[in-house]
């Protein structure tokens, strides 16, 4: 059973930030790439970010928030970010988490194979 929760997510003001979490169970965290995607009504999915497993971290940014964005992960805590700043009213969105044995930029436009409930974020002024 792999299980993630998404969480962080609230109201934040534009030109804010905010950081996300990934809590991981029944996967093997440290072997895993982890992704975040976001979707809001009425738009096509968006891979935002992803980082490969182990010690190397390769990551992905989707552009919309290349220069804003960082992925990290706790192996420790089994438990991966998303970090967000100067939040845009376009990174409005539901965010979920997901994880697959790969990081790449490929990633990103497919998706990966699993997937957890999302954390709404809302940016407003």
């Known amino acids: 059973d792999v299980q993630l929760q998404a969480s962080g997510g609230g109201l934040v003001q534009i030109g804010g930030s905010l950081r996300l979490s990934c809590a991981a169970s029944g996967v093997p965290f440290d072997h895993y790439a982890i992704g975040w995607f976001r979707q809001a009504p009425g738009k096509e999915r968006e891979g935002v970010a992803c980082i490969s497993s182990g010690d190397d971290g390769r990551r992905n940014y989707a552009d919309s928030v290349k220069g804003r964005a960082r992925i990290s992960k706790d192996n420790g805590k089994r438990t991966a970010y998303l970090e967000l700043d100067n939040l845009k009213p376009e990174d409005t969105a539901v965010y979920y988490c997901?994880?697959?044995?790969?990081?790449?930029?490929?990633?990103?436009?497919?998706?990966?194979?699993?997937w957890g409930k999302g954390t709404q974020v809302t940016v407003s002024s």
């Open positions: 997901a994880a697959d044995n790969a990081c790449s930029p490929h990633t990103l436009y497919y998706g990966m194979d699993y």
